[in-house]
């Protein structure tokens, strides 16, 4: 697809609404004709856009192999996510894309131990990818998942990480969340520590997401554990505006996360300055 195409926008019908978490909605989006908006691949976006009130750049959650429709995870944090939080399942949105380079899945994953790293909603990026790998299982190898929320009731995609990630053969979960709660019989600690305590070897290739000082503490933790930044992925779409490099928001130093990225390896971040 050329920059023009993904600049077009589509018209798509909200299909589904489905509550994750108090502040997290996944919305299943196919065309009026229903069909699926547009191929992407693993750690792309979209602009999704209600016209009136705004529009905002969301990672892509469903995976590549589906072929009925796309899904984003978005969490209630300004004027365009609350409008959409408002929505009701035959509503009409826009979306346009996809924008950014994906995660290197049939090059630099295939074949290797897997080690994803998330936090919060950075749980949402990494989702695409991990069903990829759940459906081209014989590519990949065993595949381990951390994943952190202040709650038990943060957990976004709770109900599949149990039913499903959680069954797959030589996937493991491992759940955590950042203070003691009556229900919750789980590990409870921070992200960075409970890497270190799960002290994993470092014949993986790591991918990691959340917020911007979780993702500093984690990789402090896995260098410690022997991992180079080589080793190491982490996605930046948050700073994605127009997702085509032209409106500057994205420019850190040399670089356009949108044209880029989002998807960068970790050595390469060392590259950009400081205001990162």
């Known amino acids: 697809m050329t920059d023009f195409e993904t600049l077009i926008p589509v018209i798509g019908v909200v299909t589904d609404i489905r509550k994750d978490t108090p502040d997290v909605k996944t919305f299943r989006v196919v065309t009026r004709e229903g069909q699926k908006p547009f191929i992407h691949k693993p750690g792309q976006c979209a602009m999704v856009s209600i016209p009136g009130v705004g529009e905002a750049m969301f990672s892509i959650t469903s995976s590549p192999t589906n072929k009925e429709f796309l ?55 990494l989702r695409s990818v991990i069903n990829y790998i759940r459906d081209n299982r014989a590519n990949y190898g065993k595949v381990d998942i951390v994943y952190g929320s202040r709650s038990m009731d943060d957990l976004v995609d709770f109900n599949e990480i149990k039913t499903e990630w959680m069954n797959e053969p030589d996937f493991n979960v491992h759940l955590t969340i ?99």
Not at 82 to 110: C, D, I, S
Not at 257 to 269: A, I, S, T
Request: net charge negative.
């Open 178 to 276: 950042d203070r003691p709660q009556p229900e919750w019989d789980g590990h409870v600690g921070f992200v960075p520590a409970f890497v270190e305590e799960l002290g994993f070897d470092t014949n993986k290739t790591a991918v990691l997401c959340g917020p911007p000082i979780m993702i500093k503490f984690t990789l402090a933790s896995l260098i410690k554990l022997g991992f180079d930044k080589t080793q190491v992925y982490t996605t930046l779409e948050l700073r994605m505006k127009c997702g085509v490099g032209k409106c500057g928001r994205c420019n850190v130093g040399d670089k356009y996360v949108c044209k880029d990225g989002p998807v960068f390896r970790c050595d390469q971040l060392d590259e950009l300055p400081n205001e990162y």
């Open 71 to 125: 899904e984003f995870s978005i969490k209630k944090c300004g004027c365009l996510t609350t409008w959409l939080h408002a929505m009701e399942v035959g509503q009409e949105v826009t979306v346009r894309g996809p924008y950014g380079n994906p995660f290197p899945v049939e090059t630099e994953f295939k074949g290797k131990d897997m080690l994803f790293i998330a936090g919060g909603i950075g749980l949402a990026p």
